[in-house]
C-alpha cells in the first residue's frame, strides 16, 4: 500500500522510522488521508529490515493530536454519504496495526491528546510525555462513544479510573496519565530529539528511553482515587450518579453535573461498552466500537453534540431524550454488522 498526505512526515533515519503530525493549525488532528499515510509507512517499515523501531510525534507546541477529523465525519452524515463510516474503518484498522506493531513504537506526547490522538499512541509499547500533557476522551460531550481502541485501555485502568475518564470526559495531566498506565515514561521535550538520535544510531530501545525518563508530578487526582473507584465501579450510569450524589464533595458535586451534561444515550452505551471490554481484545474492542459508531453516526445526539461543540459553539447540546430515564433498549447498537464487521 503507497498513500502520500501534506500533512504526515515519514522519513527513515538509520534504524528509525520517523512519523511527524504535521497540521499545526489544526492541533495536528486526523483527516482521512493522514490516516492512510500512516498506515502506508507503517505497513512498509513493518517489512523493512533495516527499521528496528518506529517512533511517532506531533508538530508545533500545542498537540501531539487533537483527535480524529469529527466535523468531516459529521459533514459526512449530512450529506448522506458513508466517507464518515470509511474514516472510522481505516482509523480503527490503524489501531489494529498499531496495537500488533512487530517492531517497537514509540509516541512522543506533548499537549493536547485526545481521541484520535490516543488511538496512535497509547496501543504503542512506549509512550513518552512530557509535563504538558493534556489527555482525554472527550467524545460523550458530542453524544458519540470513546473509540480508537479505547474501550480496550480504558477497561483495564486500576480503580475504574477508566470508567471515570469515558464517561465524564475529564482530562488529565502527566501525573494522572502515568499512574494509570496511559504514560509508560515521564520525560522533558527538550530530550526528544536526543533519543531520536539514539534510536536512529541503533541503541537499544529500552535503554535510550530510561536515560531520557524523569520522575513524574503527583497526579492532580492523586487525593480522588479511592473515591473515584468507590463511585465508579457501580453497575449503571444511575448508581454512579447516586453515589456522586451521597457523597456530597465538591468533586463529586462538579463530577455529577458534568456527567448530567453528557448525551445520556453516550452515557448508557459507554458504561455497558466499557464492562463489555473487559473481557475483550484489541480487535474485539475495535469491533464492537464501529458498531456503536455505525449506529450512532446516524443519530441525533452526534449530530447536535458536534453542532453544539464545534459549529455554533454555544456549548448547549439538546439531547433525545434529555435524561437516562428515556433511553430505552441499547441492545440493537450492540449487535453483529453482518456483511459490514470490521474484522
Known amino acids: 500500500m503507497t498513500a502520500n498526505d501534506p500533512h504526515v512526515e515519514a522519513e527513515k533515519r538509520g534504524a528509525l522510522g520517523l512519523l511527524t503530525l504535521n497540521r499545526p493549525a489544526a492541533l495536528n488532528a486526523l483527516t482521512h488521508g493522514m490516516i492512510n499515510a500512516l498506515e502506508a ?32 465525519v459529521q459533514q459526512a452524515v449530512a450529506a448522506g454519504t458513508d466517507e464518515g463510516a470509511k474514516l472510522l474503518r481505516d482509523e480503527y484498522h490503524l489501531n489494529a496495526l498499531i496495537g500488533s506493531y512487530p517492531k517497537p513504537y514509540v509516541a512522543l506526547l506533548h499537549g493536547i491528546t485526545m481521541g484520535g490522538g490516543a488511538g496512535v499512541s497509547v496501543h504503542g509499547c512506549y509512550r513518552l510525555a512530557d509535563a504538558t500533557l493534556d489527555f482525554a476522551m472527550p467524545e460523550t460531550l458530542i453524544g458519540f462513544i470513546p473509540d480508537v481502541g479505547s474501550s480496550f485501555f480504558l477497561s483495564r485502568m486500576p480503580g475504574a479510573f477508566g470508567m471515570y475518564l469515558a464517561l465524564t470526559g475529564s482530562r488529565i495531566g502527566l501525573g494522572d496519565a502515568l499512574a494509570v498506565g496511559l504514560v509508560t515514561h515521564a520525560v522533558v521535550r527538550e530530550d526528544f530529539d536526543g533519543l531520536l538520535d539514539g534510536l536512529a544510531a541503533g541503541r537499544v530501545v529500552e535503554d535510550a528511553v530510561r536515560a531520557v525518563a524523569r520522575k513524574a508530578p503527583e497526579g ?26 451521597r457523597d456530597g464533595s465538591d468533586f463529586a458535586r462538579d463530577t455529577a453535573q458534568a456527567i448530567r451534561s453528557r448525551s ?21 474492542c475495535l469491533a464492537m466500537e464501529y458498531r456503536l459508531a455505525s449506529r450512532v453516526l446516524g443519530g441525533h445526539d452526534f449530530r447536535e453534540g458536534v453542532r453544539a461543540a464545534l459549529i455554533d459553539k454555544d456549548r448547549n447540546p439538546q439531547w433525545q431524550p434529555s435524561a437516562l430515564a428515556g433511553v430505552g433498549d441499547i441492545d440493537a447498537y450492540f449487535a453483529s454488522l453482518n456483511e459490514n464487521e470490521l474484522f
Open 41 to 72: 509507512a507503517l505497513t512498509a517499515w513493518a517489512a523493512d529490515d533495516a527499521i528496528k523501531v518506529v517512533a511517532i510525534r506531533g508538530s508545533g507546541t500545542r498537540a501531539f493530536c487533537a483527535g480524529g477529523d469529527i466535523r468531516a
Open 220 to 245: 492532580a487526582l492523586t487525593a480522588q482515587r479511592r473515591r473515584i473507584e468507590t463511585v465508579f465501579s457501580a453497575a449503571s450510569v444511575e448508581a454512579i450518579l447516586e453515589r456522586l450524589d
Open 264 to 284: 445520556p444515550i453516550s452515557l448508557k452505551l459507554v458504561c455497558r461498552q466499557m464492562r463489555e471490554a473487559k473481557n475483550l481484545g484489541l480487535k474485539q
